[in-house]
């Protein structure tokens, strides 16, 4: 099988030191890899080399091209990747790639050095995941400690444990056991396509506990979008309403619960979904404020105006 192994940094690709997990010459992975898998041919294609909270949605969209020019020549792609920003990464990639070639995403939640540490172990199974004819035409993966996440629903749950991504509450697509890769779902269609236009924007999120400020929301710096995460199905303080409403912005407000998705015709008092619908701000769905923001920005970087980021969040 043919790999194509895109490197971009992270925890996977550091070491422990007295100043702290640093990045220094690149690790063997290709090595390694040839010991433990044989039958692979690695192709090492390093595209990024920084801790992943640096990334831009430049950035993610030039992994995302470096993904897809890779699957035309392969059987599989892995991207390694800190963890810190890996599930926007991967939803990015899930957005901007269409592929039936596995691309699957990885990376480590322990320095290479440190004892246990988890990179080697998490590689090896993205390797075989993307290998799998199994994996084809499923989409973007994350591979994590041995379960095969779908990227759309894989999360960061956890700070520093190495069983640190999940996907519920749906749960795994599969998992890797003693070298083999076992589906037992798959997702019942693909998100829509879009593509990266070139054009950095400022798409800020901004959360709402009890009482939302309105002195918050007037004072607000100027930006592309504003996303919200709302309390429950998309709610909102009364005082609000119409402030958010007279924004010169696209105001997209997603529920902060983690689960589920917003409403659009249960409430309608002042701040509920109903009421904000009303006002023109747009319900992000089933996404949460951290994807919503991310495909916000790649439909802002082609221009998108306000009725086409209402149609690709209606059509979710």
Known sequence: MRIALLTTGGTIAMRASD?????????????MLARVLPEARITLIPVLSRPSAGFSIADIAAIAKAAEDAAASHDGVVITHGTDVLEETAFALELLTRTDTPIV????MR????????????LIAACRVAGS??????????VFDDEIHWAPLARKRHAFRTHAFSSEPFGPLGWVVEGRVRFMLRPEQRLPRLSWGGRETVVPILEAGPGLEPQLVKNFPKCDALVLALPGAGHVADTVPAILEAMPM????????GAGETLTHSYGYAGGEMDLIARGLIPAGPLDARHARIALAIL??????????????GDL
């Open 105 to 108: 995403v990885t990376g480590a």
């Open 250 to 257: 696209p105001v997209i407000f997603a529920s902060r619960t």
């Open 300 to 313: 802002l970087s082609n221009g998108a105006a306000k009725k086409d980021i209402a149609a690709f969040f």
């Open 111 to 122: 320095l290479a050095n440190q004892p246990s540490a988890d990179g080697d172990a998490n």
């Open 19 to 31: 100043k702290g997990g640093n990045l220094g010459a690149p690790p063997p992975f290709v090595e």
């Open 133 to 142: 004819a199994a994996a084809r035409g499923k989409g973007v993966l994350v």
